[in-house]
């Protein structure tokens, strides 16, 4: 299937709390998947706030969610999950041509599922780096 996925990313920074938002609607339209082509429109978010414990550490409270089908009323597949993630972030020194240092950040959590659509636990890791 082909996807359209629209919305804004927003987020805030004060001194060591981090907030982050990504509420996008997906337009879901054409090919050959489960649905039988149909198309549709979903409501996706993901929100993290976060504390910076130390340089290398951050801990944070996150949720992400799903509600499909916005365009017909069904609601039978919607999830939402939300838990804590601890980061670690360290550095992996200059890369060759740019002035910051490279840096590395893993994440590691347990996510709830909130509703009967949703898996009761998502175990989340991630991997992110900066250069």
Known sequence: TDKLILG??????FDRWFFAATPTVVRTFGGDSEDDGEEKWD?????????RLSESWSLAFEAYGTVERLDNGEGDFDQHRAGVVSYYTFDLGN???????????????????????TPNHTLKLSLEVDF
Request: net charge negative; aromatic share 10%.
């Open 8 to 13: 804004p990313i927003v987020e805030w920074q």
């Open 43 to 51: 409501f996706m978010y993901a929100t993290q706030l976060a504390y």
């Open 95 to 117: 890369s060759s041509n740019a002035a910051e240092d490279t840096r590395l950040s893993v994440g590691l959590g347990l996510l709830e599922g909130i509703n009967d659509n």
